[in-house]
Structure formats: structure tokens, C-alpha cells
């Protein structure tokens, strides 16, 4: 699915290899193995991770876990009726993930480490989706710069270590946008039904997946046309194919009816009861009628939007009572906890913005998206010579990724669910438009230094994300503790996030008479001395309260300047962000020894 004004223009958007031109082995097989040495990657990683972690925090996944134990039992064995009980066993959230771990269950044995490795599973689909969606924009590169970034992304890995409902979100909204771009304008009849396929299995998944496709989708219907050709239709009283319409609906009673009957006990304790049976026939009956009339993109689109309906109307219409816990928990209409959506705040608009970069990616990665964006869009600026000639030129992949992003930005901002995980199933697109941004400079050794930074910073922070290098340095008779500016704002949230171990020891500097006052009160001027002096009695503090102290961590930034004299009272090692960086740094630009004799 192309823009024909993108079509032989100089810039990225172009595919690279000429249609009908075969593309050398290697290119065929390079997607392949990047993918597949990534999943084994992070497959190894987290199973070692899992091995050595225990973060059942929070209420959701304890919740998702039962519910895979739950459903792994219902389905032994598979049978009609208990397809039916695991679809409307819950009330609040369709079953489709936690139901997927049950042949690893079933294989592997029943514990939550093994539940969570069904997420090797999902990244797979998401690796390869991502990759997909970036072939049919840019072809190769795209692709395989966009699954290499993607891959480490603090947050992608580390929901893929969770049984979360998002990562598994995540990729189905990527699968979903791939079969959308891949329909060609819904021409190709076998691909839409897939797209209709992916799209039911996604709202299946979780509630919140409409909110992710929905700007993708509005952006393939303009593009293709189908609004203006269904106005036609209807204008020309289009004419109704009897023959299809009788076996559509016949096809459809049977659907139905292989459905509800050996369920009918529990269809009448639901909502809607037998009024079920009805619906489920109508949206089979128009699913199979336009399968059944002649290929077309109107008729092809239609038949995939059936299709998704009557596979989520198995959950959404069976559970309808969802729509009063949506109004409550997402819109705040009756909320118990008293909490309303606060547009006259400039946090609100903000959340998401600031959990991307600070979460999701990091800083320094988010920064150097910032910036290459910015770049990118000056050159394709100066190249076009105007903003409507390079809107000219952006082709409807590109549209279809940002309606991914900004489409999903701007529901979840205007409800009052705001929670950093939610935002994950936008990480693919965010890798497709910094991959594409990276190949719109038209510097080729900037655009591989750039790359190869963004690499090296990733998989370094992925180590020090992962593992804990710092208690790993220590004896084993010592720890790692850790000294903030006010300990109260540092929760088991925050710790439990950044794989801090359960008990380390955290000291502040609260009880300072300068530091502290001079930094949270955003004052002109601070007493230098009294600073130092804050820092070092309260390093002091905690190496008295913690017998076992090893190191210090520098959690805040503003305590750097003083860690020489921290380290000189207490004779800890003292590690912060400014190590990490020299650290790093020194890698890039290993120091020179010409004075070494032959």
C-alpha cells in the first residue's frame, strides 16, 4: 500500500529493490536470521532472568496467572463447551493471552516461569510484524534497522519478562498493522481475511487493542477508497445476490449453532442470552455473504471487518457487562476512587511523552530519536523545498505508522487510565519512524554512527538493565545500597522496575540542611559546603545502618559532584550515572599507549 507521488523519489521511502528484480540470497535470508538469533537472544536472557527474579508485584499479573492455570484445566480436554467456558469465564478481560500459555503448561510444567516464557512466542510474531510492516515501507533496510532497535528497548524486554497482557497487545497490533499494509488496498482477498482474522484474535487480546489500530485503519480506508465506493454503491441500489445470501445465511445458522447449542445452560445466565444465538448468526451470515461475492476491495474489507466482529462478539457481547467497568476505570463516569480526567493540567498531555523517555527507550536513546527526527525532517524539508511537497512525498506507510502513534497518544491521554505499560504496543512504530529517520539523513557514515550508537548504548543498558552488575561486583558477604535525595519518592514500583534486588538498603539526604532545601525548592543558589557535608553524613548514615554495605549507587544525578568525598569518608566504591558514562565513553575511545617499547 503506496502513495503513488512517493514512487520514484529519492528518499527513503523508495524500495530499494526494483520490482520483478530478485534479491541476492543473503537480503532473503538476513531477516531470518536476525530475527531468529534475537527471539533465541532474549529467549536465553529471559529464561535466566525468570530463573533468578521474583516480581510478582501488583494485582494484574498474579490475576493473569491464575487465570492461565484456570484455563489450562478448562481445555483438557479442547472441546466446544470448554472453548465456550474459558471465552466467558471472566467478566473483565477476553482470555486470549492467558489461555495461550496452556500448552507451554502442558509441555513444560505448571510454574510462572514457564508461563511467562509463552512471550518467546509473541515476540516472534512481533519481530517478524515489525519487520514486515518495515519491508513494505522501505524494503530491507527499514526492516532490519527497525527489529534491531525494537529489540532493546528497555520496556520491550522487559514486558516480555512479565505476564502482562501488553506485550502479547503488542504484538498483535504489529501483526494487525502488517496484514493491513500487506492487503494492498484490501485487493488481495486471502491477506484481507487474515487482517479480518488478526483483528478479532487482537481484540481478544485485550480491550485496549481498538485504541492502537483504529488511526491505522481509518488511514488504509481513505487511502484505498472504500468510502466513497461504498457511497456509490449505495446511491446505485446495489442488487443482492440471492444464491449467496441463502448459503451465507444457512452457513451462518450452522456457525451459530454449533456454538450455542451445547452452551445454551450457560448463554441464558449472560446478559443478553439467547439474544446471542441471533447475533452470532447475523455477523457469520454477512462474514460468509461478502467471502462468498466476487473479490473487491469494498467486499474484501467488509468481509475482514465481519469476520473480526464475529470473533470478538464471543467476549465483548457474551461479557457486554465490560462497557459499565470501560465508563468507570477508563473514563472515570462514577469512579469509586473519585478520580476525573484533568484537562486543565499540562501533565496530563505530557504522561506519555515523558514515560516514553523515560521508561520506555531511556534518555539518551529518546534524545537521540529527538534529534535525528528533527534532522530528518530539515533535509526532506530543504529537498522538497516545501512542507506541502514533502507531505506530498510521504507514502501511506508512513501515514499508517504515525496514526499508529498519535492515534493511540491522544485516547489514552484523554482517559483517566494512565499507566506507563500501557503506551508499549506503540514501541514497533516508534522503531519503524527512528529506523526511517536514521535512512532520511543523506550522510552514510553519520547515518552508521548514529546507528551504531544507538545499538551499543542499547545493548550495554540491556546488561546493566538485566542483571546486577554492581552486587555481581561485590563479595558475597557484601551488597550494594543505594542513596537518594528523599527515599519516600522512591518506591517498590520504582526498584521492582529497575531489577533492584528486595531489601537493599536506601539512605537520603532529608535530614540535610542545605542539599536538599537548594534542589527540591528549585532555588538561585546553593551553600556548596553545606551540600557536601549533606552528602557525606548521610553516606555515613547508611554505611552505620548497614554493616554488610559494599558500594554506594548514586540514585540522583545532583549527587555526583560530591561522590569523590563520599567515597574518601566511607572507603566504598561509588557508582552513578557519570562512571556509567565514562565507562561507556572509554569503550568508544580506548585510551592510546605510544610509549609502550617493541
Known sequence: MSSPAAEGSGSPGTPIAEPGRKEPWFLRLAPWLLIGGLVVFHAANNWIWLSENVTLTGWDKPRHLAHSLNYARMLNPVTIQSLFEVMVSDPV????????????????????DIAAMVNVVYMAILLAATYGIGWQWVRHRLGLVSIALLAYFPMFYAMSRHFYLEFALTAMVALTVFLLLATDSFQRRGITLLF???LGLGLLTKRTFAVFVIGP???AILAAGLLPALWQRVQQRPRMHWKRACLAILGGLMLAAVWYLPNRETVQTLILGDALFFIWWALAALAIYFVALPSAPLSNALSAFFLAAALASTWYLA????????????????????RALQLDRLTTYLYYVRKLGNEHLSFVLFGLLVAVLVVAVVVALRRQGSAHRALRQVRVEAWVVMAWIGGAYVLLTFSIYQETRA??????AVALIFGAALLKLPWRRVRLGLFGLAMLFGILQFFVLSYESVNRLLPPTKRAGILTILASALTDEHLAKANVPAGTPIGDTSQGRAFNQAILGNEPEMDIGQARADNIEAALALQAATPDLGALVLECTNMVP?????????GL???????????FQSGLSPRRFDNISS
Do not use: C, H
Open 93 to 112: 478481560r477476553p482470555p486470549l493471552f492467558p489461555s495461550s500459555a496452556a500448552p507451554l503448561y502442558w509441555l513444560l510444567g505448571w510454574s510462572t
Open 196 to 198: 479480518g482474522l488478526s
Open 217 to 219: 485503519v481509518i488511514i
Open 319 to 338: 461479557r457486554i457487562e465490560f462497557v459499565q467497568r470501560m465508563a468507570i476505570y477508563g473514563y472515570g463516569v462514577n469512579d469509586p476512587r473519585g
Open 423 to 428: 503506551f508499549t504496543p506503540v514501541l514497533p
Open 562 to 570: 560530591y561522590a569523590a568525598d563520599m567515597a574518601k569518608a566511607t
Open 573 to 583: 566504591p561509588v557508582y552513578s550515572i557519570e562512571t556509567f558514562v565514562t565507562w
